[in-house]
Each structure stands twice: as C-alpha cells, then as structure tokens.
C-alpha cells in the first residue's frame, strides 16, 4: 500500500505543477501570465506578482516529487530504476532549493545578482531530469524505452532552444514561453506514464493501472480551488478592494467551471495514454 500511495505522488505531483503555473497564476493574473513568450522562472521571481501565490502549490509538488522517488525505489527490479530514484530525489530537493533560494529577478532588473544563481539551479535541475528520464527508460524495455529516450531528445532540444530564445532578455522574446512549456509538458507526462509503467509492476494491483492514473489526476484537479484557498491570502491582489462581492462569486465560478471541465479531459487523456502503454 505505501509504495502504491508513493507512486500515485507522480501524476498527482505533474497535474499540480501544471496547474499551478498555467491555470491558477494565468486565471489570478492574466496580464502578467504570457503562455508563448514568458519563462515560467518568472512566475516564481522575485517581485513577481505571482511568487507568493505559487509558493504554497510548488511546495507541495516538490513534496510530491520526493514521495514519486521512493515510490520509484520501493518498486525498482533493477539498477537502472533506483539510480532514476535517486536522480528524482536529487531533482526534487535542487527545485525546493532553486524555489526559495535560487528565484530569479523579475525581467528588466539592473544588475541582478540573482539570475546567475538561477541559471545554475536550472542547469543542475535539467541534468537531474535527462538523467531520471533517461534510466527510467533503461529499467523498461521495449515501447517504454523508445518513448523516454524520444522524451530525452524533446527536453534536450526544447530546453536548447527555450536557452536560445532567452538571449534578448530583458528584451521580448517570442516564443520562449511555448519552447519551454513543450520542455515541461514532455516531463510531466513522462513523470505520470513512468507511474503507471512501475504499477503494473506491483503485484496484487487493486486496480487497474489506467484508473489509478484518471483518479489521481482528476483528485488534484478538482482539489486545485482548495489548494487555492490556501496559498491565495498570500496575494495582495486576491483582496479585490475594487470588486464587489458579485463580480467575485462569478470570478469563483467561472474558476470552478475551468477545473471541471480539466478533470473531465484529463480522465479521458489518460485512460487514451494508458491503452497505448505497453507491458514492461
């Protein structure tokens, strides 16, 4: 049961993750949320108007993650699938350091004395993951391993390219938000699918693989708003002075009716992504 509970941090852990950056801060701050030419960096900079409300959410995934890593441990078969257990430990607590300690300044600032720092945390944190990918993939054979190497050539020439994009900085930069987020999405889904893959592993498996996935995603979907509760008093914005309690009741709504239709989709996605995943 506990590695069970481990490896369901997985997708649970992905699905926050994107949550957080691209529903949650794009639906609290919509003008300062750029889906194609903004670094997700810089929704965690320092001075950002969205740091504090995505605090309390990346906290918890990098939580999350380091549950995923011993879920990954308690279930490996070989030595490929605990060096990928270690190399997600080692993402796990470079992302919780880089989170509170290695955030960047906010795009413009003269002489930031931050930056450096970051381009560091992130280099070390992109190593962590080709490695977790890449081993993941040599602890399976077959289809699973084909797909995590092609996972490795995603992140690597998307994380080059988003790198490349960056370089007019503070100036614009089109399409850096896309190249990076196609960099992230790839990781995510490997995360969830490198989950599942491990729990048809597990003998005596309660249900079957697809469904645990559907219901792990569809959990923190709908737990987003809680989530929100949570971490959006630290928002000076969320106090709407200039909103009246019916603008806000439509806001909360409108956010509710995003979060279900998610869950919907993400129920259907995964259960498609799961049909195609084959035996290890």
């Known amino acids: 049961?506990?590695?069970?509970?481990?490896?369901?941090?997985?997708?649970?852990?992905?699905?926050?993750?994107?949550l957080a950056i691209d529903v949650l801060a794009a639906f609290r701050h919509p003008t300062y949320h750029d889906y194609t030419s903004q670094m997700v960096?810089?929704?965690f900079a320092e001075g950002a108007p969205t740091r504090a409300l995505l605090l309390a959410p990346n906290t918890a995934y990098n939580l999350l993650v380091l549950g995923f890593a011993g879920g990954v441990w308690l279930s490996?078969?070989?030595?490929?699938?605990?060096?990928a257990a270690a190399a997600l430990v080692g993402y796990g607590l470079t992302s919780s350091a880089g989170l509170y300690f290695g955030q960047m300044d906010v795009r413009g600032t003269v002489e930031s004395q931050r930056d450096s720092a970051h381009i560091g945390v992130t280099v070390v944190m992109s190593l962590f993951i080709v490695a977790a990918i890449a081993l993941g993939g040599l602890a399976h054979r077959g289809t699973f391993r084909t797909y995590s190497f092609a996972t490795v050539v995603v992140v690597v020439v998307f994380g080059g390219l988003a790198g490349y994009l960056a370089r007019p900085?503070?100036?614009?930069?089109?399409?850096?938000?896309?190249?990076?987020?196609?960099?992230?999405?790839a990781t995510m889904l490997w995360f969830s699918l490198f989950a599942v893959s491990l729990w048809k592993e597990l003998p005596g498996a309660a249900y079957p693989p697809g469904t645990i996935a559907a219901?792990?995603?569809?959990?923190?979907?709908?737990?987003?708003?809680?989530?929100?509760?949570?971490?959006?008093p630290c928002d000076k914005?969320?106090?709407?002075?200039?909103?009246g309690p019916l603008k806000r009741a439509w806001q909360l709504a409108q956010m509710w009716r995003v979060q279900i239709n998610l869950c919907y989709r993400s129920?259907?996605?995964?259960?498609?992504?799961?049909?195609?995943?084959?035996s290890p």
Request: glycine content about 4%; some cysteine.
């Open 1 to 18: 049961m506990t590695r069970k509970l481990l490896l369901a941090c997985g997708p649970i852990s992905s699905g926050l993750y994107l």
């Open 215 to 232: 219901k792990a995603i569809s959990f923190v979907v709908v737990m987003a708003p809680l989530l929100t509760k949570v971490s959006l």
């Open 169 to 185: 900085m503070p100036g614009p930069t089109p399409w850096l938000g896309l190249a990076e987020r196609v960099n992230i999405y």
């Open 237 to 243: 914005l969320y106090q709407m002075r200039v909103a």
């Open 41 to 43: 960096s810089e929704l």
């Open 267 to 278: 129920v259907y996605v995964s259960q498609r992504l799961v049909r195609l995943l084959p």
């Open 76 to 83: 490996a078969r070989n030595r490929p699938a605990q060096f």
